[in-house]
């Protein structure tokens, strides 16, 4: 047998392990290899207890460490509760081969981030708090305290058709609350707490975040209450299509089914935002939720409080937004301001003057960025108030003073009826916009004024722009038109000004709207 040879190091070459371990330790600290006092007369030291370890972690100790969230959760984390509720038989939709009941239309903007979020049944099958059916159905959210005595915010889509409201809070105890007032324009509702009357509350914050601000979602994920997620606002001022009001905030906070109505805080301990729904091709978060403003909470919550339903001034226009084609058309410098489509017949703006095309600008000297901005500003002022609207009117500028209505609870609907195209009237053909029309009235079901589509051209910048068989054009370039021949001289007059684009008012099944259609070379 052979033996195996041993090796035995040198004393040079121990020293010179004992070198290269000395200097890959001084790199991954920073430090020379001076700072392990190294000497070649000495044998290898023992590099994990000797005093030049011992200084690589008096080093690293020297490192800022991260900042927890620990002393702001310790501090707000007992005013949020989880909420249950319970929609009893006759207020339940019963539909056990639909597991995303919601409150809205089906298809809506709404309804997608919802059937996603979670509303009154937002839970997955296997954590849902009972049988559907006939024994109604439970769902789950989460809502915080605003006042020792028991005011709590949530969702209304939490809370929408509730018969039975319990909340759960931070220490495990139960109680029953009851719906004081909801407002489903913002997704906000007020429920009252009995029971107690020291309850830790929160409190809403009078400052706006800043984009890149730190931001703690604390809410009921999947039944799984006194979650705590982190992140950073990345947006402001979002809109979702859930409506005129929309002025989301934007977090990457994690937010799942169940977080509806939660807080989101601030770095301060200060609720910045009501979480309400996510953005989310799979169901789970992808870091996309949307928050209302502490501001929007606090002007609903007081008169949710004083009088259990919200009252918002109204103009009562049809308007949108004013795109820079439209701008063009009307020789706007900015594409701003809100585009009055429509005044509604006997509303504060027609009585004031107010006509189709106008612009409004500025709402008591402040001014109106867009559409959105002139709806929230209008809707966050009282019915009776004064208003001075600034308005672009035909070119010219002037102020018109109004006094406010009350916005409807309901939005009377408008009759219309695509299908009634009045036989095959073939119209008169646009040269260069791509469409066909006939005068409206002689065609069955399209009235008496402008002239009607009969047919737009797939390939044409009229179909770009939206314009399809059975529009009435009311308006071309101001001018109200009758015939194919009063659409065509409009044309010619706006090339004769050197407009790139011109402006139309078109009616689409009961509503207007006006549409800059750019102008053909030539």
């Known amino acids: 047998m052979t033996d195996r040879p041993t090796v035995f190091s040198s004393p040079r070459r121990a020293l010179l392990s004992a070198r290269k371990f000395a200097l890959m330790a001084s790199v991954a600290a920073g430090l020379g290899a001076a700072a392990y006092g190294f000497s070649p007369s000495h044998l290898p030291p023992d590099i994990f207890t000797s005093p030049a370890h011992a200084q690589v972690n008096n080093e690293v100790r020297k490192v800022a460490q991260p900042v927890g969230f620990a002393d702001i959760v310790e501090r707000v984390k007992p005013s949020v509760i989880s909420v249950k509720v319970n929609i009893g038989e006759k207020t339940s939709r019963d539909d056990s081969a639909n597991n995303d009941d919601s409150p809205f239309q089906p298809g809506s903007p709404m309804e997608r981030f919802f059937r996603r979020f979670g509303g009154p049944d937002g839970l997955p099958p296997g954590l849902r708090g009972g049988p559907r059916g006939r024994g109604g159905a439970t769902g789950q959210g989460s809502g915080f305290f605003i006042s020792a005595d028991g005011y709590a915010v949530t969702n209304n889509h939490v809370v929408d058709g509730a018969d039975k409201v319990e909340v759960t809070t931070d220490d495990g105890k139960t109680y029953t609350a009851k719906v004081i007032g ?175 095309g106008d612009v409004i600008t500025a709402v008591n000297g402040e001014p109106v960025k867009d559409a959105r901005e002139l709806a929230r500003t209008i809707g966050s002022l009282p019915p009776g108030n004064a208003v001075k609207l600034n308005v672009l009117h035909k070119g010219q500028d002037k102020v018109v003073n109004l006094t406010l209505g009350q916005l409807p609870n309901t939005l009377e609907a408008k009759a219309g009826n695509d299908n009634d195209k009045g036989g095959a009237t073939r119209g008169t053909d646009v040269p260069k916009l791509g469409l066909t029309v006939a005068p409206a009235n002689s065609v069955a079901g399209a009235g008496k004024e ?62 207007s709207r006006f549409v800059a259609v750019p102008l053909a070379k030539g």
């Open 182 to 356: 909801t407002d489903p324009r913002t997704d906000v509702a007020l429920i009252k707490v009995e029971g107690g009357s020291d309850f830790p509350f929160a409190k809403l914050s009078d400052s706006k975040p800043r984009i890149g601000d730190w931001v703690l979602a604390v809410g009921n994920p999947f039944g799984l209450g006194g979650t705590v997620t982190a992140g950073i606002v990345s947006a402001r001022g979002r809109d979702i299509g859930n409506g005129p009001y929309d002025d989301f905030i934007q977090i990457d906070a994690p937010v799942n089914k169940g977080n509806s109505g939660g807080p989101a805080f601030d770095t301060s301990g200060e609720v910045m935002g009501v979480n309400t729904a996510i953005y989310s091709p799979s169901g789970g978060s992808v870091g996309i939720a949307f928050s209302i403003p502490a501001s929007t909470v606090k002007s609903v919550i007081a008169q949710l409080k004083d009088k259990g339903t919200v009252s918002r001034g109204w103009i009562g226009v049809q308007i949108q937004p004013v795109t820079a084609d439209i701008a063009d058309s009307l020789g706007l410098k900015k594409a701003e301001g809100a585009l009055v489509a429509e005044p509604q017949a006997n509303g504060p703006a027609a009585k004031a003057g107010i006509e189709s």
């Open 450 to 511: 402008g002239v009607v589509v009969t047919e737009v051209d797939p390939k044409s910048a009229a179909a770009e722009r939206g314009f399809k068989e059975g529009d009435v054009i009311l308006e071309v370039a101001g001018k109200s038109v009758a015939t194919a021949g009063d659409v065509r001289e409009a044309i010619s007059a706006a090339r004769i000004d050197n407009k790139n684009s011109v402006l139309m008012r078109v009616k689409s099944g009961g509503s």
